[in-house]
């Protein structure tokens, strides 16, 4: 049966504290339940004993830690990423990244349990569309993340952990405490994060809060397959996030082969909605391109994707194609990927990077999730 309590994590803290005050309870009792539930991670009502029992139980009674439980956790043979399995109450599941690299770590979220897109290179665009992960599963991802850090991490990572602690020292609680905090969230997981606008903004929110995880803006990346109706709409709104934007093809024919969603948004209109966006929020766009040999690695391909940005303020990010059992091409070798890099910075002024690559042992890469 459905759980038909509020889920905690689905509120922004405004909209607890006016929960708590319907129920009769002092806004005091709300902030200290969002410092457990975000400064605390706590699992359950009786790890929180500074509030009432009174509430504790109303709390019980009426609402849920929305945690999501690990069906299944896979660490890479380097010990840099660790990928959970986590289940949903309706029996759904998808996955979530911790990926640790010097200095920060980030966490890789879901916004959807599969993907309407379609992208044929994406494991998770060949499982399909099943629905839309709520505000809640969204925040809970992140959470887990920042869950798991306070655990010792595999032993092939601790050199790195120790870099990453001194780095963010006294950032992370108590002073000479080497645990690294999570800093950094992309929206790249499992789904499309623009057909989801709503839950994923809600999620966004909740995640920025500067009394819980607070997250700044700009250590939160929303990656679109360029979902055109979305981009207009955080032009509007002028959200202070990153957005990465998947191109992959520099013409429309081509685009439409690998993102059948080009379909219904065309490559013209993506790019105007892209200017449009850049030049109402006055940030600049990361534009992710993943390097297929034989297929998009040339140097013609390069040539073609700086006339496409040329004047906008961008930056190409290179993704050497991840292996998926549905697609059988293979990623691009290193010495065309650094010409690759070379035509656009020469030539076109635009700068460039190579993704670093984690966890492609384990199916943790760009484009690797699925559900299973």
Known sequence: MPDLRTNLYDLTREELRLLLVRWGFSPVHAARLWSYLYLGLADSFDAMPELPAKARDRLAAAAG?????????????????????????????????????????????SSQVGCAMGCVFCATGQMGYTRHLT????????????????????????????????????????????????????????GEPLHNYDAVMHAVDILRDPNGLALGAERITLSTVGVVPGILRLAVEKRPLHLAVSLHAATQAERAALVPAAKKWPLDELMAACRTYSEATGRRIFYEWTLIEGQNDSADQARAVGHLLRGLPAQVNLIPLNPTAGYDGTPTRGEAAKRFQKILAEEFDLPSTVRQRRGIDIAAGCGQLAAG
């Not at 830690?65 to 949903?88: E, Q, W």
């Not at 032993?155 to 020292?169: A, E, M, P, S």
Request: proline content about 9%.
């Open 135 to 190: 505000p809640g599963e969204i925040v809970a991802q992140a959470v887990h993340v920042a869950r798991a850090l306070r655990s010792p991490p595999p032993i092939q990572c601790q050199l790195l952990v120790d870099v990453v602690g001194k780095t963010h020292r006294g950032q992370h609680g108590p002073s000479g405490d080497p645990t690294p905090r999570l800093r950094n969230v992309v929206l790249m997981g499992m």
């Open 65 to 109: 830690i929305g945690m999501l439980p690990t069906a299944l956790a896979t660490d890479s043979a380097d010990g840099f990423t660790r990928k959970f399995l986590l289940a949903l109450p309706d029996g759904e599941r998808i996955e979530t990244v911790l990926m640790r690299y010097t200095g920060r770590v980030t966490a890789c979220v």
